[in-house]
């Protein structure tokens, strides 16, 4: 790579943090969602007024989203998104963590000084932090469908559900849904997560769901070859104490029963990753911010964020007692799926 390749990189992957803040703003205030449904070019003010929104600050961002040809603009100076790339704006999705990026890079900060803290729990973490991760999951459903072709093949019925580092509860509620006739037990360590997801389920009338702030390393011990299914989700590089979790997973899981691994698929080696900007860059990054200082919040933690990546995680796994019986991806290069039985 010459200078100009490598000063040009650089220049480009500020430029993008920067034009995120735009797209954040038309997500959030639903422009992309009004460019989706229209099926002919407006004006921006014909926008604006479609979104209840100035149009003097419409066209501002309209000028950012034809330059970086997000939205495209016909002779009449009118705005579109061609009929056949709509469905692409579901990589919008990616900015769910934006709004907090300032405050997460400042306490990041600090867990990188000699003098800083080792890391930080969820509870250190801002209290919206659970509501913006919740947002980068918009089909929760096609999620539960995606996870059940591989269980299928061990499992019979699914009776007693564990989903293990719920959230605020959007997988839950969509296995409630999925599996109206199961008991359904969803754990988090953080108070917040709880309490927004028992509130939903109340407010939806979900009766089959039980959320409890549990600490990973030492569930119930009555729970002891209760659960059919123990999902984790998005959660394992995140856990300070991998190992004592994934010994009680073993534990309150059925002998016959199947858990499900979920988490984003980064090569365990740097020198695997060289160029994968939108993985591994992304990853790495949201992960000196959230997972690793999550994983790092302990004494004696391991450490490993989502740096600790897909060979390092399927050789733990193979070493304490698990068979990955299948791995794939559910869509996404952020979720790739571990299943897994006992060995």
């Known amino acids: 790579m010459d200078l100009e390749t490598y000063s040009n990189n650089i220049t480009t992957l500020i430029s993008g943090s920067y034009i995120t803040s735009a797209i954040t703003i038309g997500k959030e205030l639903g422009l992309f969602d009004e460019l989706k449904r229209l099926d002919k070019p407006v004006s921006s003010l014909e926008l604006a007024e479609a979104c209840d929104l100035k149009e003097r600050y419409v066209r501002e961002w309209l000028g950012c989203m034809v330059a970086t040809k997000i939205v495209s603009i016909d002779d009449s100076d009118h705005y579109y998104i061609p009929q056949s790339l709509k469905e692409g704006l579901k990589a919008t999705n990616m900015v769910f963590l934006y709004p907090l990026l300032g405050t997460l890079t400042e306490s990041a900060k600090e867990c990188f000084k000699k003098t800083g803290p080792k890391g930080l729990s969820y509870a250190d973490m801002p209290a919206d932090l659970v509501d913006l991760t919740e947002r980068k999951t918009v089909n929760p459903g096609a999620v539960v469908e995606d996870l059940l072709p591989p269980i299928t093949k061990s499992l019979g019925s699914v009776k007693?559900?564990?989903?293990?580092?719920?959230?605020?509860?959007?997988?839950?509620?969509?296995?409630?849904?999925?599996?109206?006739?199961?008991?359904?037990?969803?754990?988090?360590?953080?108070?917040?997560?709880?309490?927004?997801?028992?509130?939903?389920?109340k407010a939806e009338g979900i009766k089959n769901v039980t959320f409890v702030k549990e600490d990973v390393t030492s569930l119930p011990s009555d729970w002891t070859g209760k659960f059919d299914w123990v999902i984790l989700f998005d959660v394992l590089h995140d856990l300070p104490?991998?190992?004592?979790?994934?010994?009680?997973?073993?534990?309150?899981?059925?002998?016959?029963?199947?858990?499900?691994?979920?988490?984003?698929?980064?090569?365990?080696?740097?020198?695997?990753?060289?160029?994968?900007?939108?993985?591994?860059?992304?990853?790495?990054?949201?992960?000196?911010?959230?997972?690793?200082?999550?994983?790092?919040?302990?004494?004696?933690?391991?450490?490993?964020?989502i740096g600790w990546g897909t060979e390092n995680k399927e050789a733990f796994l193979k070493s304490t007692g698990w068979k990955v019986e299948d791995k794939r991806s559910l869509g996404s290069p952020f979720a790739l799926n571990f299943t897994c039985v006992k060995a």
Request: proline share 3%.
């Open 160 to 201: 007693t559900i564990l989903d293990l580092g719920c959230g605020g509860g959007n997988i839950t509620l969509a296995l409630s849904k999925r599996f109206p006739d199961a008991d359904i037990y969803a754990v988090d360590y953080s108070e917040t997560a709880i309490t927004r997801a028992t509130a939903i389920a």
């Open 241 to 305: 104490d991998h190992i004592n979790a994934m010994k009680e997973v073993h534990r309150v899981l059925k002998d016959d029963g199947v858990t499900s691994i979920v988490d984003p698929d980064v090569h365990s080696h740097h020198r695997d990753n060289v160029g994968d900007t939108c993985v591994a860059g992304i990853g790495y990054s949201i992960s000196c911010l959230v997972c690793l200082p999550c994983s790092s919040s302990i004494e004696g933690a391991v450490c490993h964020g």
